[in-house]
């Protein structure tokens, strides 16, 4: 079972940045070859966000978040970010943190990923 551990959320004016990071309990993050992003306002779906393949450099962006979000990893730190900037208010979601074993073929679709952390809330006003 992987624990996911996301921290960084917060609340930011339109225009901010914010960091945020999810850790990988450290046997599990080998084992994950797909991590990423999706996040959830309320009323809405779920949708993905950022997801990186941590074998290699492929990266999938949402294209609400193109040129604005970047998404990277930390080996060492089992550690992926998310590098939020030129928040806007259709920002505002609970971001959760994901993982999966799907080779190389990352996925955008939240029923791919078994691993969830508990989910960070990001508020831009």
């Known amino acids: 079972h992987v624990q996911l551990v996301e921290s960084g959320g917060g609340s930011v004016q339109a225009g901010g940045s914010l960091t945020l990071s999810c850790t990988v309990s450290g046997y599990a993050y080998g084992l994950m070859s797909c991590m990423g992003w999706f996040r959830q306002a309320p009323g809405k779906e779920r949708e993905g966000v950022a997801v990186?393949?941590?074998?290699?450099?492929?990266?999938y962006y949402a294209d609400s978040v193109k040129g604005r979000f970047t998404i990277s990893q930390d080996n060492a730190r089992n550690t992926v970010y998310l590098q939020m900037n030129s928040l806007k208010f259709e920002d505002t979601a609970t971001y959760y943190c994901v993982a999966e074993n799907l080779g190389a073929f990352c996925s955008d679709y939240p029923s791919d990923f078994g691993g969830w952390g508990k989910g960070t809330q990001v508020t831009v006003s």
């Open positions: 990186i393949y941590t074998g290699g450099e492929y990266t």
